[in-house]
């Protein structure tokens, strides 16, 4: 897998009952931001950076490229999944034998508990069996984010690896696609 270009990209957009996961437009920039500066989203990730900085930084279409998948629910992003490239040439890396994608996501707080991070991330999730097929996916969570490591449960990921970091404990799953 090379850098960025591991996937097949863009796909078309991948429609669940609910949602609709496609690339990113010009017209979630505000979307981003509100969700790149919101405390409440940022609980577990080390802070959100103000809002005013995510304006000045943020290209004219954020999460543009290979991996960033907008979830859209009536027209509106209401967050993001990413399938990124691990970096396991870095002296941090965590268990490079696991693989090399990572899944994450975000949703905006008026998201939470309706079930679609599990929509999002089931359906990234069977493309990305599909487009690479036999490659597991890692995710990493705080152990403290109790939801995240529900969902990370429910979509199947297995615990490899637990560890400090960012100056709290650390969760580390897998999911190694079926035979």
């Known amino acids: 897998m090379a850098e960025a270009n591991f996937l097949p990209w863009p796909p078309a957009p991948i429609r669940t009952e609910r949602l609709v996961l496609r690339e990113s437009g010009s017209g979630d920039r505000a979307a981003f931001v509100e969700l790149l500066s919101s405390a409440e989203v940022h609980t577990y990730l080390g802070g ?13 279409t954020p999460g543009k490229g290979a991996g960033c998948f ?8 209401i967050g993001i999944v990413e399938l990124k490239q691990r970096d396991l040439e870095k002296p941090d890396a965590v268990r490079p034998d696991a693989g090399k994608a990572e899944l994450g996501y975000l949703l ?11 929509e999002a991330c089931e359906a990234v999730l069977d493309w990305f069996t599909g487009a690479c097929p036999g490659e597991p996916v890692t995710l990493f969570t705080q152990t ?5 490591m529900r969902l990370a449960e429910k979509l199947g990921f297995t615990e490899i ?10 969760w580390m ?7």
Do not use: C, K
Request: a positive charge; charged letters at 25%; aromatic letters at 10%.
């Open 48 to 60: 959100a950076r103000p809002r005013d900085e995510w304006e000045r930084q943020l290209p004219e």
């Open 70 to 77: 907008v979830i859209e629910r009536h027209g509106a992003m």
């Open 144 to 148: 403290a984010n109790t939801r995240s």
């Open 161 to 170: 690896h637990r560890f400090e970091a960012w100056g709290a404990a650390q």
């Open 173 to 179: 799953g897998v999911r190694t696609p079926a035979a």
């Open 108 to 118: 905006l707080p008026q998201a939470w508990g309706q079930g679609y991070a599990a």
